[in-house]
Nanobody
Framework: QVQLVESGGGLVQAGGSLRLSCAAS????????MGWYRQGAGKQRELVASLTRGGSTNYAESVKGRFTISRDNAKNTVYLQMNSLKPEDTAVYYCSAEYWSGGSYNTHWGQGTQVTVSS
């Protein structure tokens, strides 16, 4: 079973930067894709960025040009570099891993890490 451990959240002022990390318990090459989602208070969970096994990336319009998703294959870790943070980026950020099992795609989630951006 895939286990995901996130780290790197915290409190930062608007305009600042944070880097989130997500360490997987399996080789990330065994996963179809990994991603970062976020859920603000009273809001639905939304995709922030994703990275496929082949290296394709996808970003939410609201973070394009500010956030970058990347990976370290040797460490089985995916990162989310967040620059020029805004108060509206405040949310719990979740790492996700998509993998093929039992004839279908499955998604596993990390426990979440809080990001708070003060104005």
């Amino acid at each position: 079973q895939v286990q995901l451990v996130e780290s790197g959240g915290g409190l930062v002022q608007a305009g600042g930067s944070l880097r989130l990390s997500c360490a997987a318990s399996v080789s990330i090459f065994s996963l179809n894709a990994m991603g970062w989602y976020r859920q603000g208070a009273g809001k639905q969970r939304e995709l922030v960025a994703s990275l496929t096994r082949g290296g394709s990336t996808n970003y939410a319009e609201s973070v394009k040009g500010r956030f970058t998703i990347s990976r370290d294959n040797a460490k089985n870790t995916v990162y989310l570099q967040m620059n020029s943070l805004k108060p509206e980026d405040t949310a719990v950020y979740y790492c996700s891993a998509e993998y093929w099992s039992g004839g279908s795609y499955n998604t596993h989630w990390g426990q979440g890490t809080q990001v708070t951006v003060s104005s």
